[in-house]
């Protein structure tokens, strides 16, 4: 039976029973044994729940005769820690808590949590002996409290605390611009406070052995230090860095199996890598300099289809990724001119600066939405990543889509209406110019005139590569930024290989002057020439493509953008007559 791409599937156990792909990161549970009150953070989609259930199918006493087959093909399989499948494990998920009145919410709070209370002391009512009084009408803390109490030193199987996603239902407040509630969810004698009183309270006692929370922001957490002030962030810390998401090495691993298992050609796989790394890879959450790590639920996303068709499905962003659009208008929508400023910025110039003592500081809600913040927001929520010690960035394709995505809803500008036919004009003849002057006139004839201030090259090519996307992306796919041994090319248009433009690369070179930068060149845009520096600086990147692929037809193009005031477009090495596209 082959193995599977479990998309969306984050129950540990579930994986290893349906056969499914895994990344074996079980190495961090020895790791996670030496810190105590974990609270790690990372944004959506990242595999959080899944680490959740892995630790969960570790130490919990119920999985003790399922040892071998869940972990013995692993790392930690093969080295066991003494604590494995010893604990009672009392996993909660607060995503599942609605929002509401605070009433709403502590009533659903309190059933999230006294359900899985029922259930363990169900299931584990061999260890428990005499199992604690539980009554379903009573809070999830009095409920908890009778647990704990049942645990005394000379009882074995202490307590193993798992909270997933624990600052959901409290984000969807803050997002909300619901300060009141927010404020008496996290009063002193609010039943969320008290709640996580008690696990330290327990973890003082030992009847809790520990506590492990996930969660995508540090608001709620700074907002509870009084209840829970035993917390061990270890978020930023170099050794968990990896913990989840996927590193380079792990990815072609599990490329090489999937290319084995589903035998798909390998004369596929440099461009196949080439997709998902410009795609879904880029993120680093502690040293700019570091290996980079892929969004391992995105990455999936094409897997399956890889696994499914042998080929990479038409459009390469996950729609589930389109849910992040949200988070941006709510985070920046109090003030719509500071959101204009900031998706602006980032679109023109995919930098934004960032003050790194907020990142590693406690804050709380009151400056969740200063302009100054936005950046550390977005970090937190997966959509800006460490360029270097002074600036975030966009991680990849796929953010830099969502991105000018909102520039343009932003802007008002029309990306859906007037582009068939110069599209359908590119597909029969791969004219660039004409491709590019429609670009020119359908779309940048949009931008107000106080977006010009800001543009530079990054901003055509990246809303150019945009709109072709919306359009091409049945036949190509792109490389933005692609390094060579003499450089980065811009933007590259990469026919897939299992269409018709099949081993054709255009490689096109940027160069933008301001308004004022070009009448120092004292020439009208009609007569400007080609500068022959550009032509030398692309061919040193041409070599390096030549090099890693020798099957490529290459043409190379390079496009000038004056200003607002308009363009020229140089095909400085059309594809050869022999190369032209099939009909």
Same mark, same amino acid.
């Given at each position: ?245 996927? &590193?380079?090495?792990? #990815?072609?691993? @599990? ?5 084995? !298992? %589903? +035998?798909?050609?390998?004369? *596929? ?69 500071? &959101?204009?400023?900031? #998706?602006?910025? @980032? ?5 934004? !600066? %960032? +003050?790194?003592?907020?990142? *590693? ?223």
């Amino acid at each position: 039976m082959k193995k599977r791409i479990l998309y969306g599937e984050a129950n540990y156990a579930a994986i290893v029973r349906e056969n499914g792909y895994f990344v074996d990161k079980t190495a961090y549970i020895e790791k996670l044994e030496s810190v105590k009150n974990t609270v790690f953070l990372r944004p959506r989609r990242f595999g959080k729940s899944l680490l959740c259930t892995m630790l969960e199918s570790y130490y919990s006493v119920l999985y003790k005769d399922n040892f071998e087959e869940l972990f013995g093909h692993t790392w930690i399989g093969k080295n066991p820690t003494p604590l494995h499948n010893t604990l009672l494990v009392l996993h909660l998920d607060f995503s599942t808590i609605e929002t509401g009145e605070l009433e709403v919410m502590e009533k659903s709070f309190n059933h999230t949590v006294n359900l899985k209370l029922k259930g363990l002391i169900r299931n584990c009512h061999a260890w428990l002996k005499n199992s604690p009084p539980f009554d379903p009408e009573a809070s999830a803390t009095a409920n908890l409290q009778s647990l704990l109490d049942h645990f005394s030193p000379d009882r074995p199987h202490p307590l193993y605390v798992i909270i997933d996603e624990y600052d959901n239902f409290a984000n969807q407040l803050i997002t909300g611009h619901k300060d009141l509630l927010y404020k008496q969810l996290m009063a002193d004698d609010g039943f969320l406070k008290t709640f996580f009183k008690l696990l330290k309270e327990g973890r003082k006692t030992g009847a809790i052995h520990n506590v492990f929370i996930t969660g995508v922001l540090p608001v709620t957490m700074d907002e509870l230090a009084s209840g829970f002030n035993i917390a061990t962030f270890i978020t930023l810390e170099p050794e968990f860095e990896n913990m989840i998401g996927f &590193t380079q090495s792990e #990815v072609n691993l @599990l490329l090489d199996d999937i290319y084995r !298992d %589903y +035998d798909i050609h390998p004369d *596929t796989r440099n461009e196949i890598q080439d997709v998902i790394k410009n795609q879904y890879n880029g993120y680093h959450f502690i040293d700019p300099e570091g290996e980079a790590v892929y969004n391992s639920t995105i990455l999936q996303y094409f897997l399956r289809w890889l696994c499914e068709y042998k080929t990479m499905p038409k459009h390469l962003t996950d729609m589930n990724l389109k849910t992040d659009i949200l988070w941006i208008k709510r985070i920046t929508g109090s003030n719509p001119e500071l &959101t204009e400023d900031f #998706v602006t910025r @980032l679109t023109t110039q995919n930098s934004i !600066d %960032y +003050d790194d003592t907020l990142l *590693t500081q406690k804050f709380n809600m009151s400056q969740f939405f200063e302009k100054g913040f936005f950046p550390i927001s977005f970090f937190y929520l997966g959509m800006l990543t460490r360029k270097n010690d002074f600036s975030l960035t966009l991680p990849n394709l796929n953010m830099k889509r969502i991105f000018v995505e909102y520039f343009n809803e932003l802007h008002r500008i029309d990306v859906s209406t007037g582009y068939g036919d110069m599209m359908q004009h590119f597909v029969k003849t791969l004219d660039l110019k004409a491709l590019f002057a429609g670009y020119w006139q359908e779309y940048v004839s949009q931008l107000p005139e106080a977006v010009f201030t800001q543009v530079n090259e990054n901003f055509y090519r990246t809303t150019f590569y945009e709109l072709c996307s919306r359009y091409l992306s049945r036949w190509f796919t792109w490389n933005v930024e692609r390094s060579y041994p003499k450089g980065r090319t811009d933007l590259e248009f990469v026919g897939k290989f299992n269409e018709c433009f099949a081993g054709i690369r255009m490689v096109i070179e940027f160069k933008y002057f301001s308004n004022a930068a070009f009448k120092k060149f004292n020439t009208s845009i009609e007569n400007f020439t080609l500068i022959p520096e550009d032509t030398e600086q692309m061919a040193g990147y041409v070599e390096g493509l030549q090099k890693e692929y020798p099957e490529a037809r290459v043409s190379q193009h390079v496009i000038y953008c004056f200003g607002n005031g308009g363009f020229r477009v140089f095909d400085t090495a059309p594809l050869p007559a022999s190369n032209e596209p099939k009909s």
